[in-house]
Every structure is written in structure tokens, then in C-alpha cells.
């Protein structure tokens, strides 16, 4: 890496962090058995691939413009639309933190040495509320002490519970126990042929509560778009991004499968807890290795530092881009705040508050883990509807703005692209139907409450920013432009209006600009 270019290498490598941000999702996928293959091939194939592709392009061609998804939807289909867009990618993370806490929560618990308490929903629903407090604290200290917290985040609490987790089970098979896929009889992931227990390799269709945890599985390789921004930096973007695409996609697709056969090989199926499943495959292969009695703890003390480092990380990031829309008037003035650091304060108080109240749906649901379905269920869904408009928006770009530099383009011309975001859009619309499925793997109880909650979700969050945008700072022009922009004309959608700022007001300089 230089001052001015990126490896081809070193770029793959940031977009696989960008998306392996945690084993949280790992015990999910190993519930499926060795049908995980069929879920983690749909996610990486059909989903992770064209969206690397679709969002190098849309990235490549507008790298030099503050606002990422805002920016690409709104240059298709108008403003209103990418604010819609930039706020679903706001919220969908702020759905998304309750699961990344709660398995903080699971970490800490294992760590002290209390595993029973993991599954507590009183403790789980305290900590997460409570963590994420803590996080919002550090985050508006400043974002430098933000990133100086989570920069060891993913190597100390991913990449290296991982290979030790890795390991155990190499260990387990080669000393002779028994493979946990081997032994269920479980007819939704195995078959029973004369006494004798075969692993299915694709899902038992019995309905679509079968493919349910699809939608959980397709969250975690989300996050691919983050670093599309970074494609102008290759020497050559257009033969080197998809090379870039290529690394992630097979790191992600690698470390997820590895880390999910652990799980499942250690772990009996019907032992399989999609909110513990790492720390007890782990607690089982040490007691089997008569390893030292610190290490489990030690580990666990790890993960629950990378957890909250993964989510200190995400809780400025997005929040900044929402930010960013700001300069077009899309946010009301109380939303635009800053403090002296220059952080979003009122944003990160606002999403304090929903994170608050998300975690006390674990006062009410006894099940941690079908807590911890509903919730990725809810965020997936509202995560799914930014990747429907970046597809479509990538193909609509094509026809309005055709003569647009790109410095990469998704090879095949107009045929390519309807090819590759097409195949994107309807993998993610399949999933998005089966997130108002509930899975037949877990016990949710009434299926119609379940179904109410996340499509009920779904919808306030999806109206919020059409009633915010009834409470918007319109876009302002002081007086001198005002005499030569005709009242009929319109702004950009992403236009920056190059005016004074004033911080403690989020807007343009009142003092310079009365009125």
C-alpha cells in the first residue's frame, strides 16, 4: 500500500474484515448441518459477488463524493429516495446491535464463569442496553478514541478465537470422537437409512420455515459496499476490483465454513444454541482436551472485547453518513448537532434510545435465542431493501447517465449488469420473503406475533423517514444565489452547497446568512 494506490491483496483483505466482523453468525449456520454449504454458497454466489461488483461500480464512480448509498440512489431516483435508502442502512445497524451485544453478553458470561447465565433473558436484555451506553459514551468522546478501542478488535476477538476454535476440532476428529452431523437423526438436516444417520447436503424442503435462517445466514456477509469506495485506488480497477471481490469472497466463504463445521463437529445437533453455540463447542473441546482451566475464560474475554469493538465500530460510521445528508436540508435541524469533537451527538442519543427499547424485547421472550433470531430477522429485512434500491439503481444508472466515468464497470455492458444486479435483486427478494417466515428450527411460539413484530418493524422504520422528511431544513441558498437560480430550477439531489457552517447548528452560518 502507498500514499496513493492499494494492493489488490491488501483491499481483499479489508473487504473480508469489513464482513467477518464476528462469530456470532457461526452457530446459526452450523444448525443447518452440512447443509450449511447450500446457505453460505447462496450467500456468497448469489448475493456477496454482485453486490462487490455492483457497489465497486456505483463506488468508482462516485469515490469524491461524501454520502455512499445516498449518493448512488439518489442520483437514480431522486433524492427522497437515497435518504430512504442512507436511513434503512442507518437503522438496519441499529437493529443489528442488540445481536451483536447480546452475544457480547454470552461472551461475558462464559468468561466469568456463569454459562447459565448466557441464556438469561433478564441479564442479556441489562448488558446490551447497558453496553451500548458505554459504547455511545466512548463514540462521542471522539471518533479517533473510538478507533483506537477497536483496532485489535478483530485480530485478538475474531480472527484468533477462531483458529483456536479451528483447531479444537481438528483435534476432536483426529482423536477419535464422534462428529456431531454424524449422529443426529434430526429429519430437517439428516436421513435414517437401516439405523444409520446420513447428513442432508441440501435443505428438506417441508415449507419455508425450513429456508427461514437463509435470511439470518445472508446478514452475515453484508458489508461488502463499505470499502467499494476504495476502488479508484487499484493500479488497474477494472481487472483488479473483481480480483479484490474474489479474496473477500473466498475468505469470507472459508472462515465461515471452517468456523460452522466446528461448531456443528464438536457440538450434537440438538445441542446447538444459535446464541451460545461458539462458547459451548469451545467449552466441550477443552474439557475433552483437559486443556488449562484460564484458557476458556481468557478466550471468551477476547470475544466479548472484539464484539464491543465491532460495535463501537459501526455506531459513528453510518450515523456519519446519515450526517452527510444533512448539507441537502433531508434532516431536521435538532438531528444535524454536533459536539466539540464533531461527533453526531443527537444522532447517537436517538439511536441509544432504540437500542434501549429493542433490548427490552428481552424482558418479554424468555428464549434468548429466538430474541436473537427476531431481531437479525428485522435487521436483514430492512438491510435487504438498501441492497434491492443499490441493484436497481446501479442498472438505472446505466440508461441515465450512460456517459458517466467509471473507472469500473461490471464487464458485459448493459446485458452484464441487468445479469449480475439482477441475479443480486432476487436473491436478496427471496430472502427478504422468507425474514416474515418464522423458522421451523426454533421454538417462536404464536406465528402470527412473530410475524406481527417484524413486519411491524419493518414498517415504522421504513415510514420514519418519510415523516421525517415533512420536518426537513430545506435546501437554502443565501440571497446573491437566489437572484440567479430561477425558482423553477432544481438542486442536484447530492449537490453540496459550498456555505459557511455553523457547528452548533448543523445548517449554514445564521450570523452571515440571516433569515
Known sequence: ????????????????????????????????????????????????????????????????????????????????????????????????????????????????????????????????????????????????????????????????????????????????????????????????????????????????????????????????????????????????????????????????????LSVAGILPYEKIDIQTGVFDALSMGFQALNAPGWLLPALCLLICYGALGGVLAWITGPSRGLLATAHDGNLPPWMQKTNKAGVQ???????????????????????????????????????IIVYLLMFAAAIRLRYSQPHLQRSFKVPGGKTGIWLVAGIGFLAVAFSLVLCFVPPSQLPVGNPATYIALVAGGAIVFCLTPIVLERFRRPTWLPPEDKKERHASDRVSPTERLDLPRDRSHGGVNVKKYPG
Open 345 to 383: 451527538k443527537n444522532i447517537l442519543f436517538i439511536q441509544g434510545i432504540v437500542v434501549t427499547v429493542l433490548s427490552c424485547v428481552y424482558l418479554f421472550i424468555k428464549n434468548v435465542s429466538v430474541v436473537f433470531f427476531l431481531i437479525s430477522a428485522m435487521a436483514v429485512g430492512l438491510y
Open 1 to 260: 500500500m502507498t500514499s496513493k494506490r492499494i494492493s489488490v491483496s491488501a483491499l481483499g483483505l479489508m473487504t473480508a474484515a469489513s464482513i467477518i466482523t464476528s462469530l456470532r453468525g457461526l452457530p446459526m449456520m452450523a444448525k443447518e448441518e452440512l447443509e450449511m454449504f447450500f446457505y453460505i454458497g447462496f450467500s456468497t454466489f448469489l448475493f456477496l459477488i454482485p453486490a462487490g461488483l455492483v457497489a465497486a461500480e456505483l463506488g468508482s464512480a462516485f469515490g469524491k463524493r461524501e454520502g455512499g448509498i445516498y449518493v448512488w440512489v439518489g442520483e437514480a431516483f431522486g433524492q427522497k429516495t437515497g435518504f430512504i435508502a442512507i436511513f434503512l442502512s442507518w437503522v438496519q445497524n441499529i437493529v443489528w446491535y442488540p445481536t451483536g451485544l447480546s452475544f457480547a453478553a454470552a461472551a461475558l458470561a462464559f468468561a466469568i464463569g456463569k454459562p447459565g447465565v448466557a441464556s438469561d433473558n433478564i441479564y442479556v436484555g441489562a448488558f446490551t442496553a447497558i453496553a451500548f451506553w458505554l459504547c455511545t459514551l466512548a463514540a462521542l468522546k471522539s471518533t479517533w478514541f473510538a478507533s483506537k478501542v477497536t483496532q485489535y478488535g478483530f485480530i485478538l476477538g475474531t480472527a484468533i478465537p477462531g483458529l483456536v476454535l479451528l483447531g479444537v476440532f481438528i483435534w476432536w476428529i483426529y482423536s477419535g470422537h464422534s462428529v456431531g452431523w454424524e449422529t443426529t437423526t434430526d429429519l430437517s438436516v439428516a436421513t435414517v437409512t437401516d439405523g444409520h444417520s446420513h447428513p442432508r447436503w441440501f435443505p428438506h424442503l417441508a415449507g419455508l420455515g425450513s429456508l427461514a435462517f437463509l435470511a439470518g445466514i445472508l446478514l452475515n456477509f453484508a458489508g461488502v459496499e463499505s470499502q467499494a469506495v476504495h476502488a479508484n485506488e487499484l493500479e488497474k480497477p477494472s481487472s483488479g476490483y473483481p480480483m479484490v471481490i474474489l479474496i473477500a469472497a473466498l475468505a469470507s466463504f472459508t472462515i465461515f465454513t471452517l468456523g460452522a
